[in-house]
């Protein structure tokens, strides 16, 4: 793994932190004796461990925020310090022991000091993974001797990931914080020191310093880590991993262990000394992100449009919806709509609000195989070839019935006496890719400035990438490919563009243009600047938007987002491609990828990514100002809870996205809404 250094020592002196002047906002809670620790439960309150007086026992106690006053919860701990919430749970290290405490307060003894490897000398924080397995640190004499982090499995079983022995730089271990769900972030009290500690074997990579006396560590929902110094009274913001640390507060007493509040707009911050809790901005001084939600909402575009052939319900009686995951043009001048569903229906229509019906352009359900329960397959993409008005070409991307686990893409031609009709006999598969599981389909198929078809392919399915194609340049899976198909050689249908990245390499394929990408699920390039704008869908925790470049490696699957991925996971690193931006699965699950507005109807949307998340089913247009190197604003646009499939562009620039259509009105837009009204 490559050793990143985020020096503190260069903090950028001319940011103001969210305490210029001296002043800190105003506290949240106050009158808290000795408050160590906070965490959000599942029912959205703010709880804080109190410690009490110090070095006497059984006057800790957990409290919970009511009407900005803290009312007790559980009493009767010691010094409890650490806390976490996982489900309807709350979990708290308390010297030498590990409490669980349920919903109604009542507390029990998760781990005793004598399910430890070795007796505890000072337990402190505590962290949680997504599958509830509890990380504890010791931070043992304080002195900088019996330091140690220990694993605390569901049951409570108890095993020991490092210690002073395995890592010698390790002094007082302090707050923690999941890196991904096979790394953890600690900082040490006694050094100042930032680490990232590999569950599997112990290992530790020391990231950065100067942080006085380490306690609280906590990322929010972007990838922005934030860091306490409890000796010297501030809190530092990392932007993102690799970068320098900067000082987003200073003027507390004694800031403890961290929490992101639910919204993940607000940074909970405990004062030991001042028994507050105090709410920080989550956000980066003189780097700000503009979240505020914009004016507009989606609506229902073409709302008289009837589909041609298609009945909501069968003659069985079964229930048919639409299934659109293609709108685009055929860059005509004909101003047309086309419309492909996942069965393999290609619909025409003519780009008018009052259009009424479509027609059937290409039908190839018979050759196209899709069900519900792998519905990752079926009929993926469509381009049209930049002189379709000469050559009446077309491109196509789906599933076959047979094989199975088996895509094509295919050319397809236009008929020569019906503009409206392509010709389903004219099919000349180019590329066919077999798959080992049936997900990870990838299949955006569109052409570039440079005239090149560009192609996504998903990483082969299941979970983990079990085969390495991420990082294997002799498959084609996980990549995004480049092909010239207006030549053949080599005795392919196809023609290898000479300036791809990897042409003169024997070990890798020609074809390949990037890689390391899991499971691009839409992708399009900015009609104005030529950038390709990705979504690559997540697996543990993160969602991710890249842009993608010539050769470039996206870190799939040693990297998710903006952390390490598995056991061989690692940091950043210079031959990897960070996403410009991530999102962590508690704001959404399924990334899809959209495009960047260049239309007219909407001046304010222009230059934003339009983008969504299939679970979630939210809506954001996201800025990225390529200059700084930074996102600028990622704004919510008021949705209608309903998932987005795909983005789509019609020859006018405008941005539609599509989804699940019962009723057959599966096709949206973006409008100025009752919010946008003055």
Not at 30 to 50: F, Q
Not at 612 to 622: H, Q, R, T, V
Request: net charge neutral; hydrophobic share 35%.
């Amino acid at each position: 793994m490559q050793r990143v250094l985020w020096s503190v020592v260069l903090l950028l002196a001319a940011t103001q932190p969210a305490s210029a002047g001296g002043k800190l906002p105003k506290p949240l809670v106050t009158g808290l004796k000795n408050p160590e620790s906070v965490a959000v439960g599942v029912d959205g309150r703010i709880y804080v461990t109190t410690i009490g007086e110090f070095g006497k026992d059984g006057d800790g106690a957990v409290m919970v925020i009511v009407d900005g006053k803290a009312v007790p919860f559980t009493t009767g701990l010691d010094d409890p310090k650490g806390l976490v919430a996982w489900r309807d749970l709350l979990f708290t290290a308390d010297k030498q022991r590990v409490w669980k405490i349920d919903r109604k307060g009542k507390a029990t003894v998760f781990a005793a000091a004598e399910a430890f490897p070795k007796p505890p000398l000072f337990l402190n924080d505590i962290e949680v993974d997504e599958n509830g397995v509890l990380y504890v640190s010791d931070s043992g004499d304080l002195q900088g001797k019996g330091g140690a982090i220990y694993r605390i499995d569901p049951k409570g079983k108890v095993k020991l990931v490092t210690d002073a022995d395995r890592v010698p730089a390790l002094k007082a271990p302090n707050g923690l914080a999941m890196d991904g769900r096979s790394f953890v972030l600690l900082v040490d009290f006694l050094s100042g020191e930032l680490h990232r500690v590999r569950v599997s074997d112990g290992s530790a990579t020391k990231l950065a310093d100067g942080f006085g006396g380490a306690d609280g560590v906590a990322w929010d929902k972007h990838g922005r880590l934030y860091i306490s110094d409890h000796s010297g009274g501030r809190v530092f913001v990392i932007p993102r991993p690799g970068a320098k640390p900067v000082l987003l507060a200073e003027g507390f007493q004694t800031p403890s262990d961290l929490c992101v509040d639910p919204s993940g707009k607000r940074l909970l911050v405990p004062d030991m000394k001042a028994g507050t809790i105090t709410a920080l901005p989550t956000q980066v001084p003189g780097q700000e992100v503009d979240e505020t939600p914009l004016p507009l909402e989606t609506a229902v575009a073409f709302p008289k449009l009837k589909r041609a052939g298609w009945k909501p319900i069968t003659d069985a009686g079964l229930p048919t919806p639409l299934r659109p995951l293609v709108l685009t043009h055929a860059g005509d001048g004909s101003n047309r709509v086309f419309v492909a569903t996942q069965h393999g229906v290609i619909h025409v229509f003519p780009n008018d609000q009052k259009a009424t019906e479509t027609k059937v352009f290409l039908d190839i359900q018979d050759r196209v195989t899709y069900n519900d329960k792998t519905n990752e397959e079926g009929f993926l993409g469509l381009t049209f070839h930049p002189e379709y008005k000469k050559n009446g070409e077309f491109f196509v991307f789906y599933t076959v019935r047979k094989p199975k686990l088996t895509n094509v893409l295919s050319r397809f031609r236009v008929s020569k006496d019906d503009p409206d009709r392509a010709d389903p006999k004219s099919e000349e598969v180019l590329l066919t890719v077999k798959r080992p599981f049936w997900n990870h389909d990838g299949g955006t198929v569109l052409f570039g400035p440079d005239g090149y078809l560009y192609l996504t392919l998903g990483d082969g399915g299941l979970a983990d990438d079990p085969f390495d194609n991420g990082q294997n340049l002799k498959t084609l899976l996980a990549k995004v490919l480049r092909i010239d198909v207006n030549r053949k050689e080599d005795g392919k249908p196809y023609a290898i563009p000479k300036d791809n990245p990897f042409v003169d390499r024997k070990d890798a394929l020609p074809e390949i243009w990037a890689y390391g990408l899991r499971n691009v699920w839409r992708m399009a390039f900015d009609r104005k600047t030529g950038k390709l704008w990705a979504g690559d869908v997540g697996q543990n925790l993160y969602e991710e938007i890249n842009i993608i470049k010539a050769g470039g490696n996206y870190g799939w699957n040693r990297r998710e987002g903006l952390h390490p991925f598995g056991n061989k996971g690692v940091g950043p690193r210079a031959d990897l491609i960070e996403p410009i931006w991530e999102y962590h699965h508690d704001i959404g699950k399924s990334i899809t990828g959209g495009t960047v507005y260049r239309g007219q109807r909407l001046p304010e949307l222009d230059g934003a990514y339009l983008y969504g998340d299939y679970i979630s089913a939210k809506l954001w247009a996201l800025w990225y100002d390529e200059g700084k190197g930074r996102v600028t604003a990622n704004r919510p646009i008021r949705d209608r809870s309903l998932p987005p499939f795909s983005f789509g562009e019609d020859e006018q620039g405008e941005v539609y996205f599509l989804t699940l259509a019962p009723a057959g009105q599966g096709i949206y837009w973006f409008a100025r809404g009752k919010a946008g009204k003055r």
